[in-house]
C-alpha cells in the first residue's frame, strides 16, 4: 500500500529503460519482486535493466514473490489515483489496484519470464553522482547518431580519468576525472540518459565493472548496462599538435549571441562557420551562397 502519485512519480524513471518495439511483451512490463520485505520494481531492454526501491509498505508476500505488468499502464492507474492511499494485490495471474470505492485491475506475467541480466561486475569504488554527472553532459552533445559507427555510438572512459565522445567530425573530452572514472568501457547511446537520471538522484553511488557490463549502484536503485563490444578509435591521433599553441578567453555570451546569429544562416548544417583571430579579436564569419552572410568580431584577453 501507498500514495499513488508518489509510487508513480517513482516508477516514471523507469520508463527510459522500456524498449519503443519489441515482440516480447514483458519488455513493456516493470517486474515487481519482495526482496527483503521492500517492493521493488525493474525494467529492461536486454540491453540494461534498472531497478528502484518503490515507497510503499509490504503487507504480506514472502521475498521473491511479485509479477510483472505492464508499466505504462500501471503507472497512468496510480497516478490517477492522485494523493489517494492505494492497496496493491498481486493474485491469479492480474494485479488489483483499490482505493476507496475505485477498483482497478491488470492482467500480469508471471516472474520468471522477466529477462535477468547475469553479471560478473566487481566494485571499482564510490563516486560523486553530481560531479560525474556535469563531467557526462560537458561531452555528450559529441555522440555519433550514425548506427552503422556503432562503435563510438556513446560515451568511451578509460579506466584512468578521460571520457571521450565523438561523432567523427567533432571531439569532446573531459581528462583529470580519475576518481569519476573507475571502469573502462564504452557505455551505449540509450543508457547515457537515464545513467545521468540516477547520479542526479545519488549523492553516491557505487560502480561495479566487468568485461561486458557496468553497474551504478545507490540506495534503493541499480542501474545495469552492456557496454559496446569492441576497440574504441584512436581518438588522440586526431587532436591537433601545436607546437606554440596560442590560448585566449573571450566573453561567453558574445561568443554565444555570434553563434546564434550564424547558425540562422546554415542549411542542414552544411555552411561552414570560419573561425580567425588578429589584432586582439576573433572574427567569426559565415556566408550562405542562398541568404547571405554575417560577421562578427569578439575582442579576446590572454587566458591565464
Not at 569504488?125 to 560537458?138: E, P, Q, T, W
Not at 545495469?224 to 591537433?240: C, D, F, Q, R, S
Request: glycine share 8%; charged share 20%; with cysteine.
Amino acid at each position: 500500500s501507498g500514495n499513488g502519485k508518489e509510487i508513480a512519480t517513482a516508477l516514471s524513471p523507469l520508463s527510459a529503460t522500456i524498449p519503443s518495439r519489441s515482440t516480447l511483451a514483458v519488455l513493456s512490463c516493470a517486474a515487481l519482486r519482495i526482496n527483503n520485505g521492500e517492493l521493488a520494481a525493474s525494467t529492461s531492454n536486454l540491453d540494461a535493466m534498472h531497478t528502484l526501491k518503490l515507497p510503499v509498505a509490504v503487507r504480506a508476500g514472502n521475498d521473491g514473490a511479485g509479477c510483472c505488468a505492464g508499466l505504462s499502464m500501471l503507472s497512468g492507474l496510480l497516478a490517477k489515483f492522485g494523493d489517494a492511499e492505494v492497496m496493491i494485490r498481486a493474485e491469479k495471474g492480474t494485479l488489483k489496484v483499490t482505493s476507496g470505492s475505485k477498483t482497478a485491475t491488470l492482467q500480469t506475467l508471471p516472474l520468471d519470464q522477466f529477462p535477468e541480466m547475469a553479471t560478473t561486475a566487481e566494485e571499482k569504488g564510490k563516486v560523486d553522482g553530481a560531479k560525474l554527472a556535469a563531467a557526462i553532459r560537458s561531452v555528450a552533445f559529441a555522440q555519433c547518431k550514425d548506427t552503422s559507427r556503432y562503435m563510438i555510438c556513446g560515451i568511451y572512459f578509460n579506466g584512468s580519468g578521460r571520457i571521450v565522445a565523438t561523432t567523427g567530425h567533432i571531439l569532446a573530452t573531459v581528462d583529470g576525472a580519475a576518481e569519476l572514472t573507475p571502469f573502462l568501457g564504452v557505455i551505449p547511446t540509450p543508457a547515457v540518459s537515464p545513467i545521468l537520471g540516477v547520479l542526479d538522484r545519488n549523492p553516491e553511488l557505487t560502480v561495479f565493472d566487468g568485461e561486458s557490463e557496468v553497474r551504478f549502484e545507490a540506495s534503493g536503485e541499480s542501474y545495469l548496462t552492456k557496454k559496446i563490444e569492441g576497440n574504441y578509435p584512436n581518438w588522440e591521433a586526431v587532436m591537433p599538435r601545436y607546437s606554440k599553441p596560442s590560448r585566449f578567453s573571450f566573453d561567453r555570451d558574445a561568443m554565444k549571441s555570434a553563434l546564434q546569429f550564424a547558425s540562422m544562416y546554415t542549411d542542414d548544417g552544411r555552411e561552414a562557420v570560419t573561425l580567425s583571430h588578429k589584432d586582439g579579436a576573433l572574427s567569426i564569419s559565415i556566408t550562405n551562397p542562398d541568404s547571405g552572410n554575417f560577421s562578427d568580431l569578439i575582442p579576446l584577453t590572454d587566458a591565464p
